[in-house]
């Protein structure tokens, strides 16, 4: 039994009673073969639901701090991190966007799912901002499909997202692959990239109902 199975056979009742996520549209994600799920980004629990209501096993991008605690605690954040499906890359480094980015091409060119936050970083109020264009560059040079989904709800229970968060109900909804075959071979085209990048992030943003906000989350925590 690998890690993934244990952890979601023994945390994940005791995950769906104190969170009761209500999904929709989970059987669009298909059975087999790579997928890209792209979705906002409001709390620290995103991460953990989103693997709770997935058949097929996410691998997603974490930050390297979580698997480099010392101690008891610190490894067994790294044993439960590692085990749901994250990959530790150092993102603040210089060429940390670039090795989030192959890794995110190895898992897809592996046949599997690659969970990612267009945003690149959590909203800082709950509105939905500006996609980043590494999710482009992922779909057109791996030819895998996006299924855009959209957390609800999420940052009512871990405003903020530090602190244990709180019980109560979430929503989870996943919209229709997104096939981008017609760029094949323009994954280095600016104007694609971001027609690409916007396209993902309107459905992002029916799906959720949130506001759209045309700059990055990072240049609107930077001016707060």
Not at 92 to 97: L, M
Not at 110 to 126: A, L, N
């Amino acid at each position: 039994m690998s890690r993934f199975v244990f952890l979601k056979a023994v945390l994940g009742p005791l995950m769906r009673l104190m969170f009761r996520p209500r999904v929709e549209g989970a059987e669009r994600i298909p059975g087999s073969g790579p997928v890209i799920l792209a979705g906002n980004h409001l709390t620290f629990i995103d991460s953990v639901i989103l693997p709770l209501v997935c058949d097929r096993q996410v691998f997603f991008i974490g930050k390297d701090e979580y698997v480099t605690g010392k101690g008891l605690k610190g490894r067994l954040m790294a044993w439960f991190f590692t085990g749901v499906g994250m990959i530790p890359v150092d993102r603040d480094g210089g060429h940390g966007g670039v090795a989030a980015l192959m890794t995110g091409r190895r898992v897809l060119e592996e046949g599997r799912v690659f969970g990612i936050y267009p945003e690149g970083t959590r909203s800082p109020d709950g509105r939905l901002y500006r996609g980043r264009t590494g999710i482009a560059r992922l779909t057109l040079m791996t030819g895998a499909p996006v299924v855009p989904f959209a957390m609800i709800g999420t940052d009512r229970l871990q405003p903020g997202g530090k602190g244990l968060p709180r019980p109560g109900r979430v929503a989870v909804r996943f919209g229709e692959p997104l096939e981008f075959t017609r760029y094949e071979g323009m994954d280095r085209d600016r104007y694609v990239l971001r027609a690409v990048t916007d396209e993902v992030m309107s459905e992002v943003m029916r799906l959720s109902g949130q506001e759209y906000v045309d700059i990055y989350a990072t240049k609107a925590k930077a001016a707060a």
